[in-house]
């Protein structure tokens, strides 16, 4: 399976048979050691088996068609199917095939829409040493393709669910009473398919399965681009585990990791998803179809800040004396390309002083699953979206917080701290509610290798971005700031298609600068 590709004039390899099944979960359990510059512990991945979303898109499809028969053929010689799990945030207007993706079930070969399967990848290449037939249609075991780089596996095992207290609630079949596979996997199904009002409850049994003992190990292979896994005698997705643990570390060298020192001389890693995503951080489906949630426990020495995309502004819990621990989540189906950490020893800026105005930014917006209803409509998944809620339409600032190098904090106060608030208000006013409900800006160490870059929940910007004046920081801030709708909350089907989110942030750059000129 291992292919070479030149850097310089190869697409990335998007290696994931995303067709067959999808990663709905990630629950991550990390441990950073500055010593030797790597990341270790576990991941926790909770699937869903292809059968499910192909009955969703036979009603989807019927929408499509019955609306434009455009909208769902794309021009594609075979039938396309939409999946509602690969669908982001957006619009009624939108039409789904934006989103398409064809079933390879169905003998699509040409995977036009980028989403290679590690079968048909452009390049030509074919099955791994064991030799698994991915179409579901041979008899040969059904294999789990990841996309994965610079990572050393040390094992996967299959996790018992049904061992977990509680859990008996979803078990819907009253003659499956014997553990077992069958049994391991339909509770894995009801707990991915929880309604968005029980979100609460579902990341709880997502962190209490992901702690839950191993009930096999399951076979293995790694390459340059792939993380490969299959059990014996399970012959397709459907009868694959659907909760399995991967426990893995992460190199040095790996390309989705920055190892490096702040601008005050302190150790630091930071993430920045290039040049090949962060499947160098851990095993993941990265084509932006796979749409998936997350959360993450991260360790590291109780001197440093850890810094996420989760929704939750997290704070230190120490372990025990010199360690501490941070945990994030996100309840917003996201590629995993999205997925951001950073961890130094940061200090958060504060306003010196907060004048009764200036209230509304340090207040937690914390809303209540009953504050969800339908003020809109989304043609997305179920989860809890903030478009749908009522109190979040008139949140005009998100909380939000600074940190940076303590070099840095002054000139963070003097520029930085002041802009936030009336650019995010003007980001309001033009395109309405926030897609997310909190903001951390981090000023990353001088090695960074652009302005800035948007993440869920979180937003890296360049030193520079402070030396160039109030209009270069705010121009900038303003790009990113409109990431969280165009690139973000709304997405390219492809890699190549990513010009349409910069072209957007670009043009609205200057506009929510302009407003926030007005505000300030």
């Known amino acids: 399976m291992d292919i070479q590709l030149d850097p310089a004039g190869d697409d990335l390899p998007l290696m994931a048979n995303t067709s067959h099944i999808l990663v709905k979960h990630y629950v991550l359990d990390l441990d950073v050691d500055f010593e030797s510059q790597v990341i270790e512990g ?50 009624s207007e939108t039409e789904y095939n934006d989103f398409a993706i064809c079933s390879k079930g169905e003998k699509d070969t040409s995977n036009k829409d980028g989403n290679h399967d590690n079968q ?47 859990m008996e609630k979803f078990t819907r079949s009253p003659e499956l009473t014997v553990v077992s596979e069958e049994l391991r ?62 426990w893995y570390k992460t190199k040095p060298e790996g390309r989705s990791v920055t190892w490096t020192s702040d ?41 440093f800040v850890v810094l996420m995309s989760g929704e939750n502004s997290a704070k230190p819990t120490q372990l ?17 390309s999205t997925f951001t950490i950073a961890v130094g020893c940061w200090t958060e800026v504060k306003m010196e002083t907060c004048s009764s105005g200036d209230l509304a930014t340090e207040t937690p917006f914390s809303p209540s699953e009953a504050d969800f209803r339908h003020v809109g409509v989304c ?43 009336p650019c995010l208000s003007a ?31 979180i937003m890296f910007l360049s030193q520079s971005t402070l030396t160039g004046g109030s209009h270069l920081c705010g121009t900038r801030l303003c790009h990113e700031i409109a990431h969280a709708w165009f690139g973000l909350a709304l997405g390219a ?14 043009h609205l750059e200057d506009v929510f600068w302009a407003a926030a000129q007005q505000v300030g």
């Open 427 to 457: 980001a309001h006013s033009i395109l309405g509610t926030h897609p997310f409900s909190r903001l951390d800006v981090l000023i990353v160490p001088a090695n960074f290798p652009s302005l800035g870059m948007a993440s869920p929940h």
């Open 120 to 166: 048909e990848h452009a390049s030509g290449i074919s099955s791994s040493k064991y030799c698994c037939d991915t179409g579901n249609h041979g008899s040969e075991d059904f294999l789990l393709v990841l996309d994965c780089c610079d990572l050393s596996v040390l094992k996967v095992e299959e996790v018992d669910v049904a061992a977990v207290p509680g």
């Open 263 to 303: 601008q005050s001389g302190r150790p630091c890693v930071y993430t920045v998803g290039s040049p090949v995503n962060n499947r160098a951080l851990f095993p993941c489906q990265e084509p932006p179809v796979a749409m998936s949630t997350w959360q993450a426990t991260v360790r590291a020495a109780a001197s």
């Open 379 to 421: 043609s997305h998944m179920e989860y809890p979206c903030r478009f749908q809620n009522a109190s979040a339409t008139t949140q005009q600032i998100i909380p939000h917080r600074v940190f940076a190098p303590v070099c840095l904090a002054g000139a963070c106060q003097e520029t930085l701290l002041q802009l936030i608030p």
């Open 320 to 336: 025990w004396e010199g360690c501490s621990s941070w945990y994030y989540y996100v309840t917003m189906p996201m590629p995993a």
């Open 42 to 91: 576990t991941i926790v991945l909770f699937l869903e088996d292809g059968n499910r979303f192909k009955k969703q898109n036979r009603s989807i499809e019927e929408v499509c068609q019955s609306e434009s028969n455009k909208a769902c053929k794309l021009g594609m010689p075979e039938p396309c199917h939409v999946p509602v799990t690969n669908a982001r945030t957006f619009s």
């Open 185 to 246: 996997n339909q509770i894995v199904r009801e707990l991915v398919t929880l309604p968005a009002n029980r979100w609460r409850e579902q990341l709880d049994y997502y962190a209490r399965c992901s702690q839950a003992a191993g009930c096999g190990e399951l076979l293995f292979d790694t390459d340059t681009w792939s993380l490969q896994i299959r059990k014996t005698g399970a012959q397709t997705a459907t009868d694959f585990p659907h909760a399995i643990r991967i």
């Open 493 to 506: 089907r492809d890699w190549t298609e990513e010009w349409l989110s910069e072209g957007f942030a670009s």
